[in-house]
Each structure stands twice: as C-alpha cells, then as structure tokens.
T-cell receptor
C-alpha cells in the first residue's frame, strides 16, 4: 500500500540553524512527492513538490530531493527563521486524486 | 482571488446535535475532500468526491455525511452518531498540474473549521 513516514517531533532549533526533516515513503507506481506547511490554526499550504526521481523541489529557501533508491524526500533549509515555526507534512500522490500524508513534524525556531 | 473558504472558523455545538460545516471553492477543481485533524496527529480522510453527485467514503466516514450537488460546494454534516466529533476539520480540492510541471496532482486546503462539541 501507500504510506508516508516522517521523523518524530517536535524539533526545536535556534535561528539560523540548519534544518532537516526526514521523510520516507512506500508507494505503488511512481508517486509525486510533496511538502506542506501548516501554521497554527490554519490549513495546509503547499510548500514544494517533486514529480519524478532526482527532481529537486524548492521554495522559500526550503528544498527536497526525490530519491527513488532510498524512497526518501527529506526537507532541508540552510538557515531557519523564527517565522518558519510550523508543522510540516510530507505527502505523496500516486495515481488519481488520492493523497497520503505523514503525521507531521512540529518545528519551533527560537531567537 | 481563487481559493477555498470554510465557514465558520469556530463552531460550538451541544452533544446530540447534527452540525453542517461549509466548504466552497472557486478554483474550478473537480475533486474535493474532507479531512479530520486531531491534536498532534496527521490528517485522516473522511469523504471525497471526484465529480458532482458522486462521493466515496474515506478511512473514517462513520458518523459523517456529505453531499455534492454543485461543483463548488462540498458540505460535511457531523451527525450525533459521531462519537468524538471535537476536532479541526479541513476541506481540500485537487487540480491536475499541466505538462509543464510534471503532470501531477496538487491538493489545496481551506483554512479549516474548529468544531467543539460539549
């Protein structure tokens, strides 16, 4: 079946630290992979995506590379800011309209 | 501006009452979804609809009902049969991104409705 596994949180970092949030997946076929961000009390926003192996998605300083050999899509940012504090969700879509989400990783960035 | 609207933002009900959550989109997306989110947990799919007048149960449909009479609207009713209805409810819709972006689907979310039942 299809599933997404994210690293457990919460993650707490100091401002300007390097961020990695791990995500691995299991999927039939050739999935597209996504990272979504959720700020407190809001819906999810699409952060970045990659649709095929070795693609790199990037947005707002965040990036993630689709690694088929390790079935991973780790989220990285070189220098986090307080405003990056949120919950991050990894997700996949294989065929059609079904999406599968990880359980989310909470990030807190302290000044 | 196109988007998904959910109303109200906060909703309070007494136990035993049915309540309907609104979801409207003007993105011209065919598919719409309802998810439930509990504190510290991921998203669980309640119902989804790929076209007007058709919908399918998700993983946790018991105690919920939906309708899809118009493409733009996908209301969710939380019935008194739902044993633990207090949660954050998210509506979403999906579009197919064009060939220039790898021909994948993308899902977009509304701002959510927080339902509290006492």
């Amino acid at each position: 079946g299809n599933s997404v596994t994210q690293m457990e949180g919460p993650v707490t970092l100091s401002e300007e630290a390097f961020l990695t949030i791990n995500c691995t997946y299991t999927a039939t076929g050739y999935p597209s992979l996504f990272w979504y961000v959720q700020y407190p009390g809001e819906g999810l926003q699409l952060l970045l995506k990659a649709t095929k192996a070795d693609d790199k998605g990037s947005n707002k300083g965040f990036e993630a590379t689709y690694r088929k050999e390790t079935t991973s899509f780790h989220l990285e940012k070189g220098s986090v800011q307080v405003s990056d504090s949120a919950v991050y969700f990894c997700a996949l879509n294989t065929y059609g309209n079904q999406f599968y989400f990880g359980t989310g990783t909470s990030l807190t960035v302290i000044p | 501006d196109g988007g998904i609207t959910q109303s109200p933002k906060y909703l309070f009900r007494k136990e035993g009452q049915n309540v309907t959550l609104s979801c409207e989109q003007n993105l011209n997306h065919d598919a719409m979804y309802w998810y439930r989110q509990d504190p510290g947990q991921g998203l669980r799919l309640i119902y989804y609809s790929q076209i007007v007048n058709d919908f399918q149960k998700g993983d946790i449909a018991e105690g919920y009902s939906v309708s899809r009479e118009k493409k733009e609207s996908f209301p969710l009713t939380v019935t008194s049969a739902q044993k633990n209805p207090t949660a954050f409810y998210l509506c979403a819709s999906t579009r197919k991104a064009g060939p220039g972006t790898g021909s994948s689907y993308e899902q977009y979310f509304g701002p959510g409705t927080r339902l509290t039942v006492t």
